[in-house]
């Protein structure tokens, strides 16, 4: 309601002095009506009293205008004057074209940053899914804090349970991200793909562009071997051709049948190029949790009802199989899955970057004060001989608008420029569904950002200026005097906001930036100078049991050691920070029996060759890596385990050692009748960053390469030289041992390491490019301010030398009475700094918010820049030359 | 004379009424078709007054300090009902003739 009483300043003020209240009354009486109405009444009603208010518009401005200006000078003809509206406003930007530039500029990095932040934004949490109905589409999967895991990935009985029994979901699927070998002439291509059970398309909500999705049978166990291709490789491979149906592809060394084409925006969550059915037995009990659920609520469910139906689906498996309920599913809505690591950041940079374009616009502000005051006599004399006022205001709103639009098509130009560089810095960070490229959206955000800009910070202070009496305004201005003290004021304000502004955003872009550097000098346990790791992926059909994966294997390594340049080959299932997990549960001897509310953490199994340590730098901290007779006993016998150090810490709490220690696979006690197959502890290595430099570090273990020799598929090479030299010689030696076996993800440790916190990087530097240019901005608008102060003095202080002023006292005055105003600014923003830090915790890494080092660059930072940009102006103040300065003007 | 005019003009000869019952009886009288919003309304009415259509209604017992507290009662005065009466007779005779001459079309023309 005080909305309306907001609104209806822009009322005539006779009618509002007069009926105010009883308008505001009226008008919350028809909104009473409206609500009875429904929502589409309400709009109406703020919709015709806005045309209400909007009618009565011009007559109240002219109203206005001709009570303030003059009477009885002739009106000037209104109509089309636009066009001389323009030319005049050219001729006065191009003729102050130092002053034009300078806020053309800073408007275009202020819109530019804005821009460039918030196509981030649009992209991720915008920009809708390509999908009909995308608000109905949530994610599935499984959760069990017991084992530490906050998503387990969904088990494929589970999966069965809820499709048969649940009554929210129009349709649910599971997805699985998979890579096929796809041959070619030349040997295989690597081509990312998906398994997906039949109704994942249905879920979507997406139809073949041609054929047909996969039937019941096809996505059943032993079903026909089929294959969905994607729009992109039927043109590349196909050449789009409709008789694509039927035809063959031979994925993983074996053939599929090509049954339909999908179109691009089925390749969720992205780049997916090709898909088969998953083909689960729903009979399978086992404890195997690798899938991703997806599924489309019934119109008119809710997220929660959803929740509360699966959990009400899995009873009957809480009833059997978990009588803990270890493992629960849980359904979430599918952008906020998609964005959660991102939420901190955007609303960090959001913020960072709207105090960046305020800064811009104080600045853009104070110089347009600074030049409407300077122009108080050109407005004064053409008021003097006859023009109207709303004529002047016009003028200045089309100075305004023409420098807004070209600060703003440079920002937006800046923008995409800067998206796009960000971009290509983050490889693999951003989800892969994104996109952005320019929109609409976008493209009506810049435009209403400078449009606010030029009107709310160009036009209303040279409004503010002009709004003072025209008689007093050409007497100050003729004698050409000091500013008037309103303006001054103003001024100054807005310095004092622009360091406060720039303070503020200097100690929290040098908080992540040190914060950065932190995350940088993590140890990450092992050592990745000259590293280089790939992954072979080996078809089943190629090596049908263990003994032909081992002896694989050995080929490999025998080959990889040929390679010139390499000196240590180690073979490894999952490195690190490559954001692979496998995990499974251990049972250590004479453990107390577990109780149901007891946690059992998963633990970080990996499979290691006794050759990877050294390779990888993995640090010992008792005992020793394996050699060549681990595990060569196979699955069936006892064997040896390595385990790192909070393996020990968390398994056997308080132990001196775990050396000798026995465990086994399994979680609880042993089945009856099988024999337990003990693995003994041999070695205890230091701990290592598996998940990334800022991610905790799990419980793992290693075991010997024949326990399960077809999992260790990646090989970690360490070279005598630059490991990326030796790459294509490493590609070619992987395909002369089988030309179906590609080489992919080949990358230094060094590369996986930046990679792992690209983001970190990325949105650290960018926070630290916000603050310098913030103080830039700063720097430009407490300069030009002092200027224009000083050179409104010139008078003044030439008064003050002619009655014997030294020049140094002259400089001294001047600069005090600017330092004052930087100091309290710098002040003002250092205070709401460390109250900001707080709401940045989550992001600093551990660097304390109010940390010293921070402060005190920053307030030394910004003194400097506050006295380099007052200094200029003072010292050309002491130069002031009493003669020429009383004849000025 | 505007449409909303002649309509609160022939609201008022009803009885005297303030604001809003203005508005409500006018959409009434109107069969809907004609609703006032708050900026239009008073304005309607300032200019009425000014031009001595309608007059306040002065009430000595209820006098708020803030003049926009005040909930104004207005009334027709004696040039407003002859105006009202003028403007109707002026209505019925153009609808008349318009009447008249507007004969029904033959069947099945286009």
Request: charged share 20%.
């Amino acid at each position: 309601m005080s909305f309306y009483r907001l609104l209806l300043r822009f009322a005539p003020r006779r009618l509002r002095d007069k009926h105010g209240r009883e308008m505001e009354a009226m008008f919350r009486a028809q909104l009473a009506d409206a609500r009875g109405r429904g929502g589409i009444a309400v709009a109406a009603v703020w919709f015709h009293a806005l045309a209400d208010i909007a009618g009565a518009l011009p007559r109240n401005l002219i109203h206005h205008w001709r009570r303030r200006g003059r009477v009885g000078v002739p009106q000037e003809r209104r109509s089309l004057m636009i066009g001389s509206d323009i030319r005049y406003a050219w001729r006065s930007l191009n003729h102050q074209r130092f002053g034009s530039i300078l806020v053309i500029g800073m408007l275009a990095l202020g819109i530019g940053s804005t821009v460039a932040v918030f196509s981030l934004v649009n992209g991720l949490f915008l920009r809708p899914f390509p999908f009909p109905e995308p608000d109905r589409i949530v994610y599935v999967n499984e959760t069990a804090p017991k084992w530490n895991l906050e998503e387990t990935s969904v088990n494929y009985h589970d999966y069965a349970q809820w499709r048969r029994d649940q009554k929210v979901f129009e349709a649910i699927a599971l997805y699985d991200e998979r890579a096929f070998n796809l041959a070619t002439d030349q040997g295989a291509d690597r081509m990312q793909g998906a398994s997906v059970t039949m109704d994942f398309m249905k879920v979507l909500g997406i139809q073949p562009i041609i054929g047909r999705m996969f039937t019941q049978e096809e996505d059943s166990p032993k079903g026909p071997l089929v294959t969905l291709i994607g729009e992109a490789v039927w043109h590349e491979r196909f050449g789009g051709r409709a008789d694509v149906l039927g035809k063959e592809l031979k994925l993983n060394s074996r053939v599929f049948t090509i049954i339909g084409v999908l179109p691009k925006a089925a390749e969720f969550p992205g780049g997916v190029r090709l898909w088969v059915p998953m083909q689960g037995d729903p009979n399978t009990n086992e404890q195997s949790y690798s899938f991703t659920g997806l599924a489309r609520m019934k119109p008119g469910v809710t997220i929660e009802q959803a929740n509360a139906d699966l959990v009400r689906t899995q009873q009957g498996i809480f009833d059997t199989r978990d009588k803990e309920r270890v493992v629960t599913p849980f359904a979430r809505d599918l952008r906020e899955q998609f964005t959660r690591d991102f939420g901190t950041v955007a609303s960090t940079l959001g913020a960072a970057v709207s105090l960046l374009l305020i800064v811009a616009c104080a600045n853009v502000a104070a110089l347009m004060l600074a030049r409407a005051l300077a122009r108080r006599r050109e407005m004064g004399i053409r008021l003097a001989v006859g023009a109207s006022r709303a004529r002047l205001l016009r003028q200045l709103l089309v100075e305004n608008v023409m420098l807004s639009i070209v600060g703003g098509a440079a920002g937006l130009a800046i923008g995409q420029w800067a998206i796009q560089l960000l971009l290509t810095s983050l490889p693999d960070q951003a989800p892969s569904w994104t996109n952005f490229t320019l929109d609409g959206r976008m493209i009506a955000f810049t435009i209403a950002t400078s449009v606010a800009t030029a009107i709310l910070f160009g036009w209303a202070p040279a409004l503010h200026a002009m709004n003072s009496d025209v008689r007093a305004a050409m007497a100050t201005a003729t004698a050409g005097s000091t500013a008037p003290v309103r303006g001054r004021r103003t001024l100054w304000a807005l310095v004092v906001a622009e360091f406060a502004l720039a303070s503020l955003m200097f100690v929290c872009g040098g908080l992540l930036v040190r914060a950065y550097d932190r995350v940088r000098n993590t140890d990450p346990g092992f050592d990745p100078s000259n590293v280089l790791t790939f992954t072979v992926a080996v078809p089943a059909v190629k090596t049908p049991d263990d003994a032909s994966g081992l002896a694989y294997r050995k080929r490999l390594v025998e080959r990889m050691r040929a390679v010139a340049g390499v000196t240590e080959v180690g073979l490894i299932s999952c490195a690190p920070v490559s954001n692979c997990h496998w995990g499974s549960f251990f049972t250590a001897e004479n453990a107390p029996p577990r109780g149901p509310n007891d946690p059992n953490p998963v633990i970080l199994m990996r499979v290691a060759s006794p050759e990877y340590f050294s390779a990888m730098g993995v640090r010992l901290k008792e005992g020793r890596f394996f050699n060549t007779s681990d595990g060569s006993g196979g699955r069936d016998q006892d064997g040896t385990i390595i385990v790192n150090d909070t393996f020990v810490k968390t398994t056997w709490p308080g132990a001196a050692s775990g050396i000798g220690k026995r465990l086994y696979q399994g979680s609880g006690p042993p089945a009856s009748g099988r024999p337990i197959r003990w693995l003994t502890v041999v070695g205890v290595t230091e701990d290592l960053k598996h998940y990334g430099l800022e991610r905790p570090v799990r419980p793992g273990i290693y075991l010997p390469v024949p326990i399960y020799p077809r999992n260790a598929n990646t090989v970690v090479l360490k070279t005598a030289g630059d490991p990326a030299s030796i790459a294509p010689a490493v590609q070619a030696a992987v395909r002369e041992i089988d030309p179906e076996i590609p080489a992919y993800d080949m990358r230094t440790m060094d590369e996986r390491l930046a990679l792992s916190r690209s983001l970190r990087a990325a949105y650290s530097w960018m926070l630290g490019v916000f603050a310098v240019m913030a103080l830039v901005l700063a720097l430009g608008g407490s300069y030009g301010v002092t200027s224009y102060l000083v050179s409104q003095r010139t008078r003044e202080l030439g008064i003050r030398v002619a009655l014997g002023a030294k020049r140094s006292d002259i400089s001294r005055t001047v600069l005090k009475g600017s330092l004052a105003v930087v100091s309290i600014g710098v002040v003002i923003g250092i205070a709401g700094a460390i109250g900001a830090g707080r709401f940045l915790a989550s992001l600093l890494f551990g660097v304390p918010p109010y940390d010293a080092v921070i402060l005190a660059i920053a307030a030394i930072a910004l003194a400097a820049t506050g006295f380099l940009a007052n200094w200029l102006p003072a010292r050309r103040a002491s130069r002031v030359d009493p003669m020429v300065s009383l004849r000025a003007d | 004379m505007k449409t909303r005019e002649y309509l609160i003009l022939l609201a008022l000869a009803e009885a005297d009424l303030h604001g809003l019952a203005i508005a409500r009886a006018v959409q009434e009288l109107s069969d809907g078709q004609t609703r006032l919003w708050p900026v239009s309304l008073y304005g309607t009415l300032e200019s009425l007054e000014g031009s001595g259509l309608i007059e306040e209604l002065e009430d000595a017992r209820h006098r708020p300090a803030d003049e926009s507290e005040k909930k104004r009662f207005y009334r027709l005065t004696r040039t407003g009902h002859r105006a009202l009466t003028a403007e109707t007779d002026r209505l019925g005779a153009i609808v008349k003739i318009a009447r008249s001459r507007l004969k029904p079309r033959p069947e099945g023309a286009k």
